[in-house]
């Protein structure tokens, strides 16, 4: 019996998220996050930038909530990617970085606002995905 390809922890397989060259090509460009979110409304990535955007700005509820729409933007790709609900998420794969920042993002608020326990629940699911994620994304 051969071995190779067999994920020999017995894990999930990590999860790769389509790339998204028209949305990386706008960000480039300098469109603003509601431009994005307009163009690309399934796309995690546009709305981490709008919710970037929102929480620079001390607009916490509304960074909450587009940080919450990006969170669910990505699942469902995720999850169209063959995510079962649990496994890998590498934040060293580029298209993978919008839902992870959306998650990062999402915590930041939810704690801002006072749902510290979602804040916490958020903190362990971004663990999950990958434990490099948050240190990396903190760093930008």
Request: net charge negative; glycine share 12%; aromatic share 8%.
């Amino acid at each position: 019996m051969s071995l190779a390809g067999k994920n020999l922890l017995d894990g999930p397989a990590p999860t790769y998220l389509a790339e998204e060259p028209e949305v990386l090509a706008r960000i480039e460009a300098g469109d603003e996050g509601e431009d994005l979110a307009r163009a690309f409304p399934t796309s995690s990535l546009a709305w981490s930038v709008l919710a970037e955007e929102a929480l620079g700005e001390g607009r916490v509820v509304e960074g909450y909530a587009y940080a919450r729409v990006g969170y669910h933007r990505g699942l469902d790709a995720l999850r169209g990617s063959g995510w079962k609900g649990h496994g890998p998420i590498p934040f060293s794969h580029e298209p993978n970085r919008g839902f992870l920042t959306c998650l990062f993002l999402l915590g930041q608020a939810a704690a801002a606002i006072g749902e510290e326990g979602e804040a916490v629940r958020i903190a362990g699911f971004l663990d999950d995905s990958d434990p490099e994620a948050a240190a990396q994304i903190a760093a930008r």
